[in-house]
């Protein structure tokens, strides 16, 4: 099994950067398709981005493109997101997801994280 850990949440101003960072407790055979999803309250969990296990393919939310960027060390069994640009409307917490055969846009991933919360201010 795959136990997902989110870190790298914080407060910060519009227009500033964060990074998080997603790590597995566990191992799988092959790499899993990780994603990062967010939800702010009263509203949904909504997609943010994804990268495949090979890391050879990148899906981005339009909210989020060109600001955001994911990526992976599959040595460290890590998962990032850097983000860029941030905007009051980011604010949420952000939830990294994990599996093997996923609908990437949607939040059918197996393993979850616990969340971490990103504050952007106005």
């Known amino acids: 099994q795959v136990q997902p850990v989110e870190s790298g949440g914080g407060l910060v101003q519009t227009g500033g950067s964060l990074r998080l960072s997603c790590t597995s407790s566990g191992r799988a055979l092959r790499p899993y398709t990780m994603g990062w999803f967010r939800q702010a309250p009263r509203k949904e969990r909504e997609f943010v981005a994804a990268?495949?296990?090979?890391?050879?393919?990148?899906f981005y939310a339009d909210a989020v493109k060109g600001r955001f960027t994911i990526s992976r060390d599959n040595a460290a069994n890590t998962v990032y997101l850097q983000m860029n640009s941030l905007q009051p409307e980011d604010t949420a917490v952000y939830y990294c997801?994990?599996?093997?055969?996923?609908?990437?846009?949607?939040?059918?991933?197996?393993?979850w994280g616990q969340g971490t919360q990103v504050t952007v201010s106005s």
């Open positions: 997801g994990a599996g093997p055969r996923v609908d990437v846009f949607r939040p059918t991933y197996d393993y």
């Open positions: 990268i495949s296990g090979t890391g050879r393919n990148t």
